[in-house]
């Protein structure tokens, strides 16, 4: 039966393990990452409408584009398209996942604008159909899409799902402004280049999971995950922002287990022991700080 209007939440998500191989000759790295959602969520509504058209808000609405470039309208239209239907629908983005932050929440609206607009529609596309959409639009979409953990391989878009065998503390602090993925990739390159090294594909190891952060998750070890957590695209980031040196260590005096740049940054990820040495954590950056528990379901009608 068609519905009048569908809110779908979508979370964020951290790379509790981001391994960047070399560049491939379609320009995107290989990688092995192992993604865990969390629960910082964007909303998205979708209602019937004529045409096309995109509103948002919540936190950092000003950086939302609002228009056919917004990933959730390419998601709309790419569904649309494949259906042969119009893509009718007025798409509302409520935003808490910072923008440009590296905690993947364009690729979560875009996940969120599919699963609406499918029950909008009354499409009842398969959920391979949906993923394989998903990886179209981007390489984080299809784990925004699932949730919970998994890991990500080729661009990151080929997702195992992985066991979590416990909860997670987590505090995000939001940088002043985004980062380019593009950008870091590139600056990541330059950093390999400069080292001596190479930095493609043909020339690298092709990186693997990392069976003790694996094991960590699974037994739901926050000490273990502590120990175990990587990002290789870190580097490049606080290259292109000096100041995340300073977030990531504030965070570590403050308490946290571990400190790592979320993705390709700047948002900053520490790891807690509890609940209560979460929000306290929070409370030592005075720029804002949010915590958030994961895993996290993926993409979910509410
Ligand atoms: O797939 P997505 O659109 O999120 O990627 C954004 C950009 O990030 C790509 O155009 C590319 O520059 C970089 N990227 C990459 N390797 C990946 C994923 C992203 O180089 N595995």
């Given at each position: 039966m068609p519905v009048s209007t569908v809110t779908v939440r979508v979370p964020a998500k951290v790379n509790v393990q981001l391994s960047v191989g070399g560049r491939r000759p379609d320009g995107f790295h290989d990688l092995a990452t192992v993604f865990l959602a969390v629960g910082l969520y964007d909303h998205v509504t979708a209602t019937p409408a004529d045409g096309l058209r995109i509103t948002a808000a919540g936190?950092?609405?000003?950086?939302?584009?609002?228009?056919?470039?917004?990933l959730a309208a390419r998601a709309a239209v790419a569904l649309a398209k494949r259906y042969g239907v119009e893509p009718d629908v007025h798409l509302h983005i409520d935003k808490d996942i910072p923008v440009?932050?590296?905690?993947a929440g364009g690729s979560a609206d875009a996940a969120g604008a599919l699963v609406a607009c499918d029950a909008l529609w009354g499409l009842g596309a398969p959920r391979e159909e949906l993923l394989a959409l998903c990886a179209e639009l981007g390489s984080d979409v299809p784990f925004s899409l699932v949730g919970g953990a998994a890991l990500g391989t080729g661009r990151g878009e080929i997702l195992t799902p992985l066991e979590v065998g416990g909860e997670f503390h987590w505090v995000f602090a939001v940088a002043e402004g985004g980062l380019s993925t593009p950008d870091v990739y590139r600056e990541c390159d330059r950093l390999r280049l400069a080292g001596?090294?190479?930095?493609l594909a043909a020339d690298l190891p092709a990186p693997g999971a990392d069976a003790a952060l694996v094991a960590a998750l699974r037994e739901g070890s926050a000490a273990a995950l502590a120990a175990a957590l990587s990002n290789d695209l870190q580097a490049a980031s606080v290259a292109l922002r000096p100041a995340l040196a300073d977030t990531l260590g504030a965070g570590l005096a403050a308490g946290a287990l571990a400190a790592l740049v979320s993705g390709s940054g700047p948002t900053c990820a520490f790891l807690a022991p509890s609940a209560a040495a979460a929000a306290e954590l929070a409370g030592a950056f005075p720029g804002g700080a949010y915590p958030a528990l994961s895993p996290a379901a993926g993409a979910t009608i509410v």
């Open positions: 936190r950092d609405v000003g950086r939302v584009p609002l228009d056919a470039t917004n440009a932050g590296g905690m001596g090294g190479s930095d």
